[in-house]
């Protein structure tokens, strides 16, 4: 069965600082996908990265950074210079390629890091 | 870009009184998904549908129903109300393709009392 943990359940910052959102997954498959959403204080859910298991490339995007290590089964997130606006509850989701045939990719969550950031 | 859509987005109802709720996924996606997010906890996987066939089913109450319709948008039945009903219920839509990425509607918020 899949498994996401969040240690963090909530993390308190002052703007500027760079803060890590820590992501552990246990999984039996070996293709496996993991994602970021963000969940602001408005309640919508944003999709911010998806990764596969082939690709173990960290990822760049603006403030935002990556670092998915297969050998301890973590997919970190990283804010870099923090602001106000990123305050929000960050899920990291995991999606196994179980069952053959259809789209059976369902999301397994982790239990959300709610991040506030502090002028 | 087209987002999802979900219809309405709040909703209050009384306890044993049914409710349904309408997602439109996005223009070209297949495939639709239900989560249960009650307050304070993660999105629960409730069903979800391929094709218009029901692809996956999670831990959803057998007062739930759900389906897809030949123009892919989804409604989701609930029937007789329970206080522990009241949630955050968002529809995520994607592509069939491998795993595809599941964007999120802007969610139900039923309320039971």
């Known amino acids: 069965a899949q498994k996401v943990t969040q240690a963090q359940t909530e993390i308190s910052v002052v703007e500027k600082e760079d803060v890590t959102l820590d992501c552990v997954y246990e999984?039996?498959?070996?293709?496996?996908?993991l994602f970021w959403y963000k969940q602001p204080p408005s309640g919508e859910l944003v999709f911010l990265i998806r990764?596969?298991?082939?690709?173990?490339q960290n990822e760049i995007s603006g403030r935002y950074s990556w670092n998915f290590q297969k050998s301890t089964s973590s997919f970190n997130f990283t804010i870099t210079a923090s602001q106000v606006v990123d305050s929000a509850v960050y899920f990291c989701?995991?999606?196994?390629?179980?069952?053959?045939?259809?789209?059976?990719?369902?999301?397994?969550f982790g239990k959300g890091t709610l991040l506030t950031v502090n002028p | 870009a087209a987002g999802v859509i979900q219809s309405p987005r709040h909703l209050i109802k009384e306890k044993r009184e049914t409710a349904t709720l309408k997602c439109y996924p996005i223009?070209?996606?297949?495939?639709v998904y239900w989560y249960q997010q009650g307050p304070g906890q993660d999105p629960q996987f409730l069903i979800s549908?391929?094709?218009?066939?029901?692809?996956d089913k999670g831990s959803i109450p057998d007062r739930f129903s759900a389906q897809q319709f030949s123009d892919y948008h989804s409604e989701l039945n609930m029937s007789s109300l329970e206080l522990g009903d009241s949630a955050l219920y968002f529809c995520?839509?994607?592509?069939?393709?491998?795993?595809?990425?599941?964007?999120f509607g802007p969610g139900t918020r039923l309320t039971v009392l």
């Open positions: 995520a839509s994607s592509t069939g393709l491998f795993a595809d990425t599941q964007y």
């Open positions: 999984t039996r498959d070996t293709t496996y996908y």
């Open positions: 990764r596969n298991s082939f690709d173990e």
């Open positions: 989701a995991l999606s196994e390629a179980e069952n053959s045939g259809g789209s059976n990719y369902k999301l397994t």
């Open positions: 223009p070209r996606h297949d495939t």
């Open positions: 549908f391929y094709e218009k066939m029901q692809s």
